[in-house]
């Protein structure tokens, strides 16, 4: 097998759902090394194709030949991740994206992320980890591929709110 | 220093006791195996963080609470109900309201708005009894201070809710009379009404329930019995502060006077016409001319049995569907996604609706030019 040209990209469930959406997943997969969190494949069953229709996503024989790697995070990595924030401010992400976190900053922080969630951004800013987030739009141009793309899967969406998480972190305002 | 938070086996065990479900109904509603549900809750074996979170949702509890964020059970608040459904049903109830309260208070907090209650608080200092005119002063007061108006049924609702900051649900439930309300130092007050109730029924509950709100700490500060179920007396001087509240004695005179036109009131149309008027059932006029005109009981029964036939073919008031949601919350959860506050995800679980649908709002969101939106520092 080639070596793959980006290492580990945690992604959320609104990643692999746009993704599927665009016709894109198959050329993310063989490009990247990609993981996902147990939680997010449990959010990512469905997608809706232009024409309004769903279709299933069917992760199944991806992870059986080892192209993406699924992770669950234990819990005390999910306690001590927790640990570092304010309270209720873990309670604006979703389980998906609190398990790639705590995955990305509790085990491996040799991975990146991708998210559409500014939540996401403003927390890997507030724990400075902001180099190791990838907005969608940043991963498609890796691969060679440009897509219109909504807003929130912007390289300036994900810089916007990575440095509103960074002055956060400064001021205190989201960790302990 | 405070207390080390409990372990995940303790609070799965209290979460499924406090719905009083059963390890295999758990099962069956989540889909994790009986056996593993024993194994988490011995602490043998660890769930992973989705069995947890369907657990979170299945015993209305935050994921943070079931990681051990906030205290294991210090200050779950009470919920009052008036009539409440049998045990099962009154804690799966109980444990909803409380959870879309709590949403209701993180929303609130993440989009920086002011979300203390401004209810006016009775006064309880000296007093050891709350008489009947106690409720109705308290009717007028509150009538008053918060500018209601001559007919307030229709409004009291957006009213509390917009601008008292109280958080008013409706959820479907059985039996159909029941309302509850609750009041919380971290969610402030919120009341719970029966969605499968009519409007004008619904506008005496709410009523109903902000005496109780209003009179918290009097009726409930070191009571002795059960919290969840107010006494006959606090339930009638209840009654007696919304009749006062919804159908102001001065204005409800008038309205009769209107119609009878000095003759005792005794038509079905005519009482159905000041229900209408205030908002209200027929059942509630009737209670209120027996205690402005000294209708007598017999009379009032025999209104309400007339009021029953004559109903069932020409009552013809326009009935509705609430959402069970308040507009405040949606608006403020959806606020709260455009400044980045909350995840798609999240969002789409606080509103109730897929995440297919979620990112498909916050694609309009943008598409109507709301781009990305960073709230002003605190």
Known sequence: MATKSIRLLLLDANVVLELHRLGLWSGVVERCEVLLARTVLDESKYFEKDDGNQERIELGREIETGRIKIVDVPLAALNSFQQRFRATFLERLDPGELESLAHLVEIDRGCSISSADAIVWRTLGALRLGDQGASLEEILGRIGQTRKLAEHFTKRSRELWTKKGFDEGLRGEATR | ?378
């Open chain 2, 1 to 378: 220093m405070p207390p080390t938070p409990a372990p995940i086996y303790q609070r799965l065990r209290t979460a499924r006791a406090r719905l009083h479900l059963t390890q295999a109904t758990v099962a069956e509603k989540t889909g994790i195996g009986a056996s593993s549900l024993s194994e988490f809750e011995n602490g043998a074996r660890e769930p992973s963080l989705g069995q947890i979170q369907a657990l979170a949702t299945l015993y209305q509890r935050s994921l943070t609470w079931m990681l051990g964020e906030e205290a294991e059970t210090d200050g779950e608040p009470i919920v009052l109900w008036r009539q409440r459904p049998p045990a099962e049903q009154a804690a799966e109830i109980s444990a909803r309201f409380l959870r879309l309260s709590e949403q209701y208070r993180n929303l609130e907090l993440w989009c920086g708005v002011h979300c203390e209650c401004d209810l006016p608080e009775w006064d309880a200092s000296g007093a050891q009894q709350f008489h009947s005119y106690d409720a109705a002063a308290l009717a007028k007061r509150v009538r008053d201070e918060l500018a209601l108006g001559d007919r307030p049924g229709e409004g009291l609702l957006r009213t509390l809710d917009e601008a008292c900051g109280v958080k008013v649900f409706h959820l479907a439930f059985e039996p159909s009379g029941t309302a509850a309300c609750t009041r919380s130092e971290s969610f402030g007050a919120s009341i719970l009404l029966n969605k499968n109730n009519v409007p004008w029924r619904r506008s005496f509950d709410i009523a109903h329930e902000l005496f109780h709100l209003l009179t918290w700490k009097h009726f409930r500060s070191g009571s002795i019995g059960d919290d969840s179920l107010a006494s006959e007396r606090e339930e009638s001087l209840a009654n007696t502060f919304a009749s006062n509240l919804l159908m102001p004695e001065e204005v409800f005179r008038l309205a009769v006077q209107r119609r009878a036109g000095g003759a005792p009131m005794g038509d079905v149309e005519q009482f159905y016409g000041v229900a209408r008027e205030f908002g209200v059932s027929v059942d509630a006029v009737l209670v209120r001319l027996k205690q402005l005109f000294g209708m007598k009981d017999e009379a009032v029964e025999s209104a309400k049995l007339q009021w029953r036939m004559w109903a069932r073919i020409h009552e013809d008031r326009t009935r509705d569907d609430p959402d069970e949601l308040p507009e405040r919350y949606q608006a403020l959860a959806l606020t709260a996604l455009r400044r980045g506050e909350l995840s798609i995800g999240r969002y789409a679980e606080y509103v109730g609706v897929s995440r297919q649908k979620g990112l498909e709002i916050a694609r309009a969101q943008e598409a109507h030019g709301d781009e990305v939106d960073p709230p002003a520092p605190a």
